[in-house]
C-alpha cells in the first residue's frame, strides 16, 4: 500500500520572535486564540441535538405530544436532521470557496436559529420534523467551514491542538442539553420540551455576534487575489505586527507556491474539480479515506448513545424519566472532559495510533454491553448486568473521544490540499451524513425487533475498521499543511519546495527552538 518511504529533510526552522509557549502574553495571538472560540462552537449544535432527542425520548410530556414515538416514527425524528444536511452538501463548496470561511459560518447560523425557533415552536409532528431538517442543514454548514477556518488561522504551532480542539464543542453541547432536559422534564405541558429546543440556537446566536470579529483565512485571501491583506493577517497574529519575521515569510510563502501550484492543475469546471479525487492515486486515496472515516465516525456504534440512549437504558430496566436523564447528563460530562484531553494527543502521539486505539476500546466497550444485555435479558432480576451495561455507557464515549472526536475532524482537514479542501468537506459531509441518515433511521427499528442481538452486529464490523486503518491510513504528524500533500502525491506534489520547514512542531525547549526530520510516507 505504501511502496516506499522518503524523509522530508528540515532545513533551520525559521525564527519566530513571537513566544508561542505562553501565548497570552502575546496581545495579538491572545486575540486570535480568543476568536477562535466562535468557530469553535461550530459542532455545538449538532452534540446539543444527539443530546436533546436522548433526552426528550425520556421526557413524557413530549412522548404524550407526538403520540409515543417507536421504532420508524422515533427513527424518522431523528433522520430528519441528516436528510436535511443532504440538502446543503452542494451549496458548501459554492458558498465556503466562493465567500469565504466566515460567510458560510455565518449562513450555517442563520440557517439553525431559524431551525431552532421553528423546532421550538412545532405544533404538530411535521412542523417538528421540518424544523430538525433545517437544523440538519445548517449544521453541516457549521461543520463544514469551522475547522478549515481554524486550521488556516490558527498559528502554525498550535494548529494541530486548535483544530482537534474543534469537535470538542460537540460534547459541550451535549453537556448542556442533558442538563437543560434533565432541568425540564419536570415542568408540566409542552414546556418541557419546548425550552431545550429554543436553547438550541443559542450558540449560533454567539455565533452571528462574534463572526464579524473573526479574521478571514488568509489561505482563502490569497486564491482571492488579496495577497496583502493576508500577509497583514500573518504579520498581526502570528509575528505581533513583524513583517519581516521569518515564520511569517515562509508561511505566505509557502502558500502562495502551493495556491500557485493549485491554480495550474484547476480544472475550471466544478464538476470537473470534484472528477480530481478520482485523477491520481493520491487523490483517490484521500476519496477513500474520507469516506472510510465517515464511516467509522457514524458505524461503530456510537448511535446508541448519541441518539437511542433512552431505550438502551429501558431494556436493562431503567425507566424512569429522573434516572435516564441523570444517566445521560452526567454521561455527557465525562465525555466532554476526556474530549478535551484528547485533543492535545494528536499532537504528542500522532493521528494513526489515536484512530487505533480508539477503535479498540470501543470493540470493548460494545462487547461489554453486548453481554450485559444478552444477561439481563435472560434475568431481569440480575441488577449486576444493568449496572454493567451502563457502566460500559459511560465509558464509550471516552472510547470514542479518544481518536474520533478532535483527531478524526484534524485529520481529514489536513490530508486535502487547499484547492480540494471544501470539497473534500462536501464529500465527507455527503458520507457521514448518508451514514448519520442510516443509523438514525435504522437503528430504533433494529432495537425494537432485534432487541441486544442487534449490538451483534456491530462486533465485527468494528474489527473491520480498525483493519482498513492499519493498512491504508498514513501518519500525518509532523509537516504543515502544505507539505502533507507530498505523503500522498510524492515529493512534488503539494506545489512547494522539497526541502521545508516543520512549521507545526517547533519545539521549543528551555527558549531554544529544537527541529527535526520527519518520516513521510507516499501514496504509489
Known amino acids: 500500500m505504501h511502496a516506499s518511504t522518503a524523509k522530508a529533510a528540515a532545513s533551520a526552522m525559521p525564527e519566530s520572535s513571537v513566544d508561542v509557549v505562553h501565548w497570552w502574553r502575546q496581545k495579538n495571538l491572545r486575540t486570535l486564540n480568543l476568536l477562535l472560540i466562535f468557530p469553535l462552537l461550530s459542532i455545538f449544535t449538532q452534540g446539543y441535538d444527539g443530546s436533546m432527542m436522548n433526552g426528550l425520548q425520556a421526557v413524557e410530556s413530549w412522548r404524550t405530544y407526538f403520540g409515543e414515538p417507536k421504532g420508524s416514527t422515533l427513527g424518522l425524528f431523528n433522520a430528519a436532521y441528516p436528510i436535511g444536511g443532504l440538502c446543503a452538501i452542494p451549496f458548501l463548496s459554492f458558498v465556503c470557496d466562493g465567500f469565504g470561511r466566515r460567510v458560510s459560518l455565518a449562513t450555517g447560523a442563520a440557517i439553525c436559529c431559524l431551525g431552532a425557533a421553528l423546532q421550538a415552536g412545532a405544533a404538530n409532528l411535521p412542523m417538528f420534523v421540518v424544523a430538525r431538517g433545517i437544523l440538519g442543514c445548517g449544521t453541516v454548514f457549521l461543520g463544514s467551514s469551522g475547522a478549515p477556518l481554524i486550521t488556516e488561522i490558527a498559528h502554525p504551532s498550535q494548529r494541530t491542538t486548535a483544530t482537534a480542539l474543534f469537535n470538542t464543542s460537540y460534547a459541550l453541547g451535549s453537556i448542556v442539553a442533558a442538563w437543560t432536559t434533565f432541568g425540564t422534564f419536570r415542568i408540566d405541558g409542552s414546556a418541557a420540551w419546548r425550552i431545550p429546543s429554543a436553547i438550541q440556537g443559542l ?68 464538476i470537473q474539480n470534484y472528477v480530481e479525487f478520482i485523477r491520481t492515486a493520491g487523490n483517490r486515496k484521500r476519496l477513500f479515506i474520507l469516506l472510510w472515516t465517515a464511516c467509522i465516525a457514524q458505524l461503530s456504534g456510537n448511535a446508541f448513545v448519541s441518539y437511542y440512549l433512552s431505550p438502551v437504558l429501558t431494556s436493562v430496566g431503567l425507566t424512569t424519566s429522573l434516572e435516564q436523564t441523570l444517566i445521560n447528563a452526567t454521561q455527557q460530562m465525562l465525555s466532554w472532559v476526556s474530549a478535551l484531553y484528547f485533543a492535545t494527543l494528536p499532537q504528542k502521539i500522532g493521528r494513526k495510533p489515536l484512530f487505533l486505539g ?33 457502566a460500559f455507557l459511560y465509558l464509550f464515549s471516552p472510547a470514542y473521544n479518544l481518536g ?81 500533500a507530498e505523503i500522498f502525491d510524492g515529493p512534488g506534489g503539494s506545489g512547494v519546495l522539497n526541502e521545508k520547514v516543520d512549521v507545526e512542531h517547533a519545539e521549543i525547549v528551555g527558549g531554544e527552538k529544537r527541529e527535526g526530520v520527519h518520516s513521510v510516507e507516499y501514496a504509489k
Open 358 to 390: 480508539s477503535l479498540c476500546c470501543i470493540l470493548i466497550c460494545l462487547i461489554g454491553i453486548t453481554t450485559g444485555s444478552a444477561i439481563f435479558a435472560k434475568d431481569s432480576s440480575n441488577k449486576a448486568a444493568g449496572g454493567a451495561v451502563v
Open 404 to 484: 474520533l472526536n478532535g483527531n478524526l475532524g484534524l485529520y481529514i482537514t489536513e490530508i486535502l490540499p487547499f484547492h480540494l479542501r471544501m470539497r473534500g468537506q462536501a464529500c465527507y459531509q455527503l458520507f457521514a451524513t448518508s451514514f448519520t441518515l442510516l443509523t438514525t433511521y435504522a437503528f430504533p427499528v433494529g432495537l425494537q425487533n432485534m432487541a441486544w442481538k442487534f449490538y451483534l452486529i456491530w462486533l465485527p464490523w468494528v474489527v473491520v475498521e480498525f483493519a482498513i486503518v492499519w493498512l491504508v491510513y498514513p501518519e500525518t504528524k509532523g509537516p504543515s499543511l502544505e507539505e502533507i
Open 203 to 270: 450558540p449560533s446566536i454567539i455565533q452571528l455576534c462574534g463572526l464579524y470579529f473573526v479574521p478571514e483565512s488568509p489561505r482563502w485571501l490569497i486564491s482571492k487575489d488579496r495577497s496583502e491583506e493576508a500577509l497583514a493577517f500573518l504579520t498581526k497574529y502570528h509575528a505581533e505586527g513583524r513583517e519581516n519575521d521569518p515564520m511569517v515569510q515562509f508561511e505566505y510563502n509557502e502558500i502562495q507556491d502551493a495556491l500557485a501550484y493549485e491554480r495550474s492543475i484547476d480544472r475550471g469546471s466544478w
